[in-house]
């Protein structure tokens, strides 16, 4: 499904990835965790080429792309396979709920006004947002933005849908309504590759889990192996950070 071998990045002189290898299979729910500025984010934005990575191959579905030769057909492919889920929500302040899903698949997927409408309203529904088509983001809570921004990820269809610390940016109460979503889509099959701080939901949902740290994967395994288990004495000292804090 997604293959990524000996992905490197650097930023002027600070290395961020230091040659990634993992493979991501049709259905994963593959949670990436680590302390922060360990390459998490990075790694995400590489994949749909928000980054350039420096080095490495990037193979997803039926695509292969060195990133050293690539190509503008090459990336625009990427990015029509992927959506990301931002921490930021990312919407258009001057479109509805419903215009801001509707623009992904006009633009994106070259739909009809009518057949986009149709089919936006029907994944606004599927995040419960069916009473908020017609409200305007400074009119929606954090978590009901973060909601829309995830409808916007489905409606594309995409192979997989990156998630870059989406609770990251909500207040506490709200961060439940927005995985509760997440969890969803998961039980549908939907492949994810999630970068997460929140623990509970990577122990319940990711079928693999992925512990990074200083631009490389110290540890990779299932959720009940890295959670119940770590064989990685970093690994052990991060989540017993995590449980203290």
């Given amino acids: ?59 997803l579905g039926d695509l292969t792309v060195d990133t050293e030769k690539v190509k503008k057909e090459q990336i625009a492919q990427l990015r029509k396979s992927t959506a990301m889920v931002f921490q930021q929500y990312c919407l258009f302040k001057n479109k509805t709920a419903l215009e801001n899903v509707m623009e992904a698949l006009i633009v994106v997927k070259k739909k009809s006004k009518e057949q986009a409408l149709k089919e936006s309203i029907h994944y606004l ?43 990251s940016a909500l207040d506490p109460e709200l961060v439940g309504e927005v995985l509760e979503v997440m969890k969803s889509v998961a039980k549908e099959g939907m492949t994810m590759i999630v970068v997460t701080h929140e623990m509970g939901f990577a122990k319940e949902v990711a079928s693999r889990v992925l512990f990074m740290d200083g631009g490389v994967i110290v540890e990779e395994g299932s959720a009940r192996e890295i959670f119940d288990n770590p064989k990685e004495e970093r690994t052990k000292q991060f989540l017993y950070r995590v449980k203290q804090s």
Avoid at 126 to 155: C, E, H, T
């Fill in 1 to 59: 499904m997604i293959e990524l071998k000996d992905i490197h990045k650097s930023f002027h002189k600070n290395e961020v990835l230091k040659g990634i290898n993992l493979k991501v299979n049709k259905g994963d729910v593959f949670v990436i965790i680590g302390p922060s500025g360990s390459g998490k984010s990075t790694l995400l934005r590489c994949i749909n080429y928000l980054e350039k990575p420096d080095k490495g191959i990037i193979k």
């Fill in 125 to 167: 529904e599927k995040v419960g947002l069916q009473d908020r088509l017609n409200y305007y983001p400074s009119q929606l809570s954090g978590g009901q933005q973060q909601r829309v921004g995830i409808a916007r990820a489905l409606a594309i269809n995409p192979e997989v849908i990156l998630f870059d610390e989406p609770t």
